[in-house]
């Protein structure tokens, strides 16, 4: 089967840095993608790993290890507003597929 | 990018009967996508519609109850059937660059719908 597993919820200090992880299972891998979701908002799109290594866009930055069928989002210097959920998704015959989700809480 | 209209926001109905969401994108796509994502959930696609074809269900999801048009390249609609209190949930719908190589999906904002 198909699935993207990721921890339900994460919980960090504004101002500090937050890995959110995310392993997957799937045929057909182009690469993997991150999403954002404000309660009552419709997701947007935040990067996107087609190779193994570290994408940086800004505070945030994603990793794929296709080798181990993992990846993972860093958000760094942590601000309240980066409160949401956060799915890791793949995009297979332009079908896109989410994760569980993540639900990030920053404290202040 | 694609900027996506979804109508209604939100609505409450009586369960028995039937409600349709509208989903207007500003620029011509080959595919649309509809997704459901219940409370605290994922996002789960229950379908994927083409112009001028039927469209393509996902796995538990079936045309009686969630029947789709999809008539020309910037609009479709999904139609929730004969509603039970199960099918409360956040319909969404998406489309994608037509390349495989462009990942990114858009989204419109979504039809809270709670049935009663």
């Known amino acids: 089967g198909q699935s993207l597993e990721q921890p339900s919820e994460v919980t960090a200090v504004e101002g500090a840095i937050v890995q959110i992880n995310c392993t997957y299972q799937?045929?057909?891998?182009?690469?993997l993608s991150w999403y954002q979701q404000h309660d009552g908002g419709a997701p947007t799109f935040l990067s996107y790993?087609?190779?193994?290594g570290l994408e940086e866009t800004g505070r945030f930055s994603s990793f794929l290890s296709r080798s181990d069928s993992y990846g993972y989002l860093l958000l760094q210097e942590l601000q309240m507003k980066d409160s949401a959920s956060y799915f890791c998704?793949?995009?297979?015959?332009?079908?896109?597929?989410f994760g569980t989700g993540t639900k990030l809480q920053v404290i202040p | 990018s694609a900027v996506i209209s979804q109508k209604p926001s939100r609505d409450i109905c009586q369960r028995g009967t039937s409600l349709t969401i509208q989903c207007q994108v500003d620029?011509?796509?080959?595919?649309m996508f509809w997704y459901r994502q219940q409370p605290g959930q994922s996002l789960t696609l229950i379908a994927t519609?083409?112009?001028?074809?039927?469209?393509?269900?996902e796995s538990g999801f079936v045309i009686d109850k969630f029947p789709i048009s999809r008539p020309n390249l910037t609009f479709s609609t999904l139609t929730v059937s004969n509603m039970s209190p199960e099918d409360s949930s956040i319909y969404l719908c998406?489309?994608?660059?037509?390349?495989?190589?462009?990942?990114?999906?858009?989204f419109g904002q979504g039809t809270r719908l709670t049935v009663v």
């Open positions: 998406s489309v994608g660059r037509d390349r495989r190589e462009n990942t990114e999906a858009f």
């Open positions: 799937t045929s057909g891998f182009y690469g």
């Open positions: 790993n087609a190779l193994d």
């Open positions: 998704a793949y995009k297979s015959y332009q079908k896109v597929t």
């Open positions: 620029s011509q796509v080959t595919m």
């Open positions: 519609a083409n112009q001028g074809s039927e469209a393509t269900y």
